[in-house]
């Protein structure tokens, strides 16, 4: 079974900071791997797919890469609407335990 | 797309049946899987399935209970819900790859 962990748990920013947090999967997933946003009292949002695909919408502060077993999501510029957790997830697989990016 | 049926409510011990029509591509081609998010939760992967079908896998708290199942000729993933306890209340979704439908809401409770 695959597993997926992510680093850190919890991440505290500011407006403006750039971001990244990590990803890795118990074995190599190649790139089928896929990151999402969470807000309270909403469903999950799928921001990246493939490792580095943005979805349709998704902004361009957004980006994604790796393979195999490591994989980073990245924002490269914080704004407030981004304070939320992140998960990854192998399509189809297990998800990360999250990582809160909170407001420093 | 994605479209999930057949949740509601149900007392443990209790079963469900979900179901997820898909249109626009071939479930038979396609690694598909259920999600869930409980209240207040993460997601959580359930169950997912192989594109022939020959491979299936669950999340160990469902191992014995669900069964993931599809029927090619009506392009549609299900998902066979038995013994439901308190802690499966969750809204679940069917999934390929990042894709998700709207998902169905099961609330197992007295």
């Known amino acids: 079974d695959i597993q997926m962990t992510q680093s850190p748990s919890t991440l505290s920013a500011s407006v403006g900071d750039r971001v990244t947090i990590t990803c890795r999967a118990s074995q190599s997933i190649s790139s089928w791997l896929a990151w999402y946003q969470l807000k309270p009292g909403k469903a999950p949002k799928a921001l990246i797919y493939k490792a580095s695909i943005l979805q349709s919408g998704v902004p361009s502060r957004f980006s994604g890469s790796g393979s195999g077993t490591e994989f980073t999501l990245t924002i490269s510029s914080l704004q407030p609407d981004d304070f939320a957790t992140y998960y990854c997830q192998a399509h189809n697989n297990p998800f990360g335990g999250g990582t809160k990016v909170e407001i420093k | 797309q994605l479209v999930e049926s057949g949740g509601g409510l149900v007392q443990p011990g209790g079963s469900l049946r979900l179901s997820c029509a898909a249109s626009?591509?071939?479930?038979?081609?396609?690694?598909m899987s259920w999600v869930r998010q409980a209240p207040g939760r993460g997601p959580e992967w359930v169950a997912n399935m192989n594109p022939d079908g020959s491979e299936r896998s669950y999340v160990d708290s469902v191992k014995g209970r669900f069964t993931i199942s599809r029927d090619n000729v009506e392009n549609s993933l299900y998902l066979q819900m038995n013994s439901l306890r308190a802690e499966d209340t969750a809204v679940y979704y069917c999934a390929r790859d990042s894709n998700w439908g709207q998902g169905t809401l099961v609330t197992v409770s007295t």
């Open positions: 626009g591509f071939t479930l038979s081609n396609s690694w």
